[in-house]
């Protein structure tokens, strides 16, 4: 990765690291590569990711290990095995980093992709679920991503969700010939997974199947209504949808995802929710936890179809010399204006004006700082602008003032 979407890629971690910190989130780094069954009895065995998606191997002593296909299930096994439980209580905790998932890559969908998660572990209450989801959209906001659709479900308890999912069984099982072949699979282990399914078929026979919130029982219909309340009052908008499901076993009760009409198919730029039981069954408490990730990479993609490039980027400068001797001061003025925060750059090769003139244009510079003979002997440097054409020269020690200022207005103009 470089260019635009290094530029990308730098903007949106600086921007989680100041909305996660307003939020008291701290950084951690968990490992790349976990034990394989970390993953399957986090995120379940009959889950998509499990079964098709991860990339496992056999090591050389024989262990059994993957590369993490998400960020929750890791940050759960180092809270456990840290004793946070016992000395943090609330745990509140942001990762970034790569994940790996064995896909068919496509736009929107690669084999690593990068996310951007937080974790809040030892929390039962709603507010931290409204928390969550207030976090991810001021970070969406302060990365300047408009026009996004957040939607919110309650999955309710593991026991509330089995007894939906045996109704939705049958619901599915007699129109059983209308459902793709993955989805007849599903009803045997993922029936909850259908509602998810995009192929037509699917969708039209999913229509007026079962809903969740009709199997809840009062205290998961208190929880959602105080998770919408405190959504509310926070000012986030959002919708309801009673149909979301989620990939991913662990969850339980609040679930949400965020997705953005310019990606296509791929459109889920977040997703996230509360995953109560996890925590216990890595053998730790009884303790609750919500969280979300956002795809770094979807999250650039949106910023660059919104014409997002070019703006907070610094005004570059092109250092042009013409000789051994200006080489040298060249050099040296460089050194300086770098020390005062201009992004000025050089080529060193011995070329001519003509062709370094050509490297300053090749580099996307707007100005041309030249120094030749004539501009050392009378202590002076020209600077050209590549948009006009116009040329001017100005005293040595006044060309860091003059390349602020140029600097601070081009920042006004974009
Ligand atoms: P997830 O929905 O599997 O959730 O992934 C979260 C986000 O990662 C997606 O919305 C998408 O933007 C991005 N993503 C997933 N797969 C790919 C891919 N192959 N290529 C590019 N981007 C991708 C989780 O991973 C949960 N751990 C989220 C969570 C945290 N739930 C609670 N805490």
């Known amino acids: 990765m470089c260019g635009e979407e290094a530029v990308f890629f730098a903007r949106i971690e600086g921007a989680a690291r100041t909305v996660f910190d307003r939020f008291g989130f701290e950084e951690m780094r968990a490992p790349i590569l976990e034990a394989r069954d970390l993953f399957r009895r986090a995120l379940g065995a ?25 960020g929750t299930a890791g940050v759960v096994r180092a809270y ?18 790569p994940m790996f998932r064995s896909e068919r890559p496509q736009a929107g969908r690669l084999r690593q ?31 300047g991503i408009g026009g996004y659709e957040l939607r919110v479900n309650h999955l309710g308890s593991f026991e509330e969700r089995e ?12 129109g059983k010939s209308r459902l793709c072949g993955d989805c007849r699979l599903r ?35 208190d929880h959602h209504a105080c998770v919408c309340g405190a959504l509310r009052a926070a000012g986030v908008r959002y919708s309801e949808d009673s149909y979301m499901v989620r990939g991913l076993d662990y969850y339980t009760r609040t679930v949400f995802e965020v997705t953005h009409p ?35 990479e979807r999250l650039a993609m949106c910023l660059a179809s919104a014409g997002k490039g070019e703006s907070e980027k610094a ?7 013409l000789g051994e001797r200006a080489l040298k001061e060249g050099f040296k003025l460089m050194s300086e204006l770098r020390a005062k925060d201009l992004q000025v750059s050089m080529d060193f090769s011995d070329k001519s004006l003509k062709g370094q003139m050509r490297a300053a244009d090749k580099s996307g510079s707007r100005y041309v700082i030249i120094m030749g003979d004539a501009e050392i002997e009378n202590n002076t440097v020209a600077l050209k602008d590549m948009q006009t054409g116009s040329q001017d020269s100005y005293v040595k020690e006044i060309i860091s003032h003059k390349l602020e200022s140029l600097s601070r207005e081009n920042i006004r103009r974009q």
Do not use: W
């Open 46 to 70: 009959e889950t998509d990711v499990v079964q098709k998606e991860m990339y496992e191997f056999t090591d050389r002593s024989n262990t059994d290990v993957a590369l993490r296909p998400e």
């Open 80 to 97: 456990l095995e840290n004793n946070f439980h016992k000395t943090k209580g609330l745990a509140r905790f942001y990762y970034l980093g």
């Open 113 to 143: 992709f990068h996310q951007i998660g937080v974790e809040q572990l030892g929390t039962e209450s709603p507010y931290a679920d409204a928390e969550t989801i207030h976090c991810l959209t001021l970070f969406l906001d302060t990365l």
């Open 163 to 174: 007894k939906f999912k045996a109704k939705l069984r049958s619901f599915f099982e007699s």
């Open 187 to 221: 009803l045997e282990k993922n029936v909850l997974r259908i509602l998810d399914c995009k192929v037509e078929g699917c969708r039209e026979a999913a229509k007026g199947s079962p809903m969740i919130r009709d199997f809840l029982n009062q205290e998961s219909r």
């Open 262 to 296: 310019k990606l296509g198919a791929q459109d889920a730029i977040a997703a996230g929710g509360r995953y109560d039981g996890l925590i216990e069954s890595f053998g730790g408490p009884k303790a609750g936890a919500v969280g979300f990730a956002a795809g770094v």
């Open 315 to 321: 005004t570059p400068f092109f250092m042009v010399t």
